[in-house]
């Protein structure tokens, strides 16, 4: 069965930093792109970039290019999303999921179930 | 940037009836990489439909997609009560995704 399992919801002050994790199982990870969707609370889906495993070619939406970095661990089967300086319009629930067909990212066909971010002082 | 815009914003219908909810892009979609999600409250999107018309493993054959170019249609031929939710349309060009704001669909 293909599994994304992310980690643990978060709650941060503004200006912390912060990492969270998606472990694929279940497929081989090198050969699809994982993608990261952003949802504030009440709100739409919104693509924040996507990362190929095999290589670790990395690809942003404008909207967050600089203010996160998305990276990878083959090794362990794991994708990373980062801040170096978290805000209070970081407050959403981050998915990852696994993108379609293997070797491109035309959608997203398997979704982690989410981790919550909360940003306040 | 293609954007896609999602009508209408809220339907109010019953179960049993027929549900048509429209995607209109920007600018012609290249190949038609226009994608469905599902999304209940509390849970992550799920895909219905890839590739404008073709169901995702495992969706009942009442979800439909049709549509090419810049006007794409997913169809709900008899409402069960589990299909009230949020519906996203999600397209792929020039190496970005974007996706429509939603519509949601609700008990009338």
């Given at each position: 069965e293909v599994l994304l399992v992310q980690s643990g919801a978060e709650m941060k002050k503004p200006g912390e930093s912060l990492n969270i994790s998606c472990q694929a199982t279940g497929y081989n990870f090198a050969k699809y792109w994982i993608g990261w969707v952003r949802q504030r609370p009440g709100k739409g889906l919104e693509w924040m970039g996507v990362i190929f495993p095999g290589d670790s070619d990395t690809k942003y939406s404008p909207s967050f290019q600089g203010q996160v970095t998305i990276s990878v661990d083959k090794s362990i089967g794991t994708a990373f999303l980062q801040w170096r300086s978290l805000k209070a319009s970081d407050t959403a629930t981050y998915y990852c999921a696994r993108e379609f067909p293997p070797g491109y990212y035309h959608g997203m066909d398997v979704w982690g179930p989410g981790t919550t971010v909360a940003v306040s002082s | 940037e293609i954007v896609l815009t999602q009508s209408p914003g809220t339907l109010s219908l019953s179960p049993g009836e027929r549900a048509t909810l429209s995607c209109r892009a920007s600018q012609t979609l290249p190949f038609d990489y226009l994608t469905w999600y599902q999304q209940k409250p509390g849970q992550a999107p799920r895909?219905?439909?890839?590739?404008?018309?073709?169901?995702?493993?495992?969706?009942?054959?009442?979800?439909?997609?049709?549509?090419?170019?810049?006007?794409?249609?997913?169809?709900?031929?008899r409402l069960e009560p589990e299909d009230f939710a949020m519906y996203y349309c999600q397209q792929f060009d020039d190496s970005r995704i974007t996706f429509g704001q939603g519509t949601r669909l609700e008990i009338k």
């Open positions: - | 895909l219905l439909i890839y590739g404008a018309s073709s169901r995702a493993t495992g969706i009942p054959d009442r979800f439909s997609g049709t549509g090419s170019g810049t006007d794409f249609t997913l169809t709900i031929s």
